[in-house]
């Protein structure tokens, strides 16, 4: 597969990323979706495999050169790939010593964000209807009262433009309640 000439003369002819195997893919980089070359990192058949199967390892070290190229896409892609290995030291150390843009950052960062969903404190999804206990006691606001622990709450609602709330029915009075409280039971 060919790639674009603009961004074969950016890159040279070869991936990157690892900068040395011949680049014959264009990927974008979400959530970017249109075709600009700006968008747009020049790889290599085994670091788009890489990729595409969420590989961590040592195929990455590559990255320690990348970061600093010159290009925002290939920083964001670099930052971003650096997260799954980040356990790693010498991952943590180009994490720490990499001076990006904070807009490439969060470039980065995006394919992490919270997606829309309503999770309780050990990750299960909520839905409406669901039941739920409290996993700790909380201060009902404007009563007096404190649901204790184990409470448990039947019926909740999500909150639809907030994912860390729902509301339910405590003590006859809805309540919002922050979903990092409850479990689904
Ligand atoms: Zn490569």
């Given at each position: 597969m060919a790639i674009n000439v603009k961004l074969n003369e950016r890159c040279g002819g070869l991936?990157?990323?690892?900068?040395?195997?011949?680049?014959t893919n264009e990927y974008t980089v979400s959530p970017k979706k249109d075709d600009q070359v700006d968008n747009q990192v020049a790889l290599c058949t085994t670091c788009l495999s890489a990729i595409e199967k969420n590989e961590k390892g040592d195929?990455?070290?590559?990255l320690e050169g990348s970061?600093?190229?010159?290009?925002p896409s290939v920083q964001a892609l670099s930052y971003r790939l650096l997260q799954l290995c980040k356990e790693e030291d010498w991952a943590s150390n180009v994490i720490d010593s990499a001076e990006l843009d904070e807009h490439i950052i969060e470039w980065a960062m995006s394919a992490y964000a919270q997606s829309d969903v309503h999770k309780d404190a050990f990750g299960n999804t909520l839905e409406h209807g669901d039941t739920v206990v409290l996993t700790q006691g909380l201060n009902v606001k404007?009563?007096?009262f404190t649901a204790a622990k184990g409470t448990i709450v039947k019926r909740i609602r999500l909150v639809s433009d907030n994912t860390e709330q729902i509301e339910g029915k405590i003590n006859e009075q809805t309540i919002v309640i922050l979903t990092k409280y409850v479990k689904k039971a």
């Open positions: 991936c990157e990323l690892c900068n040395s195997l011949p680049a195929h990455w070290r590559c970061i600093w190229n010159t290009g404007g009563t007096s």
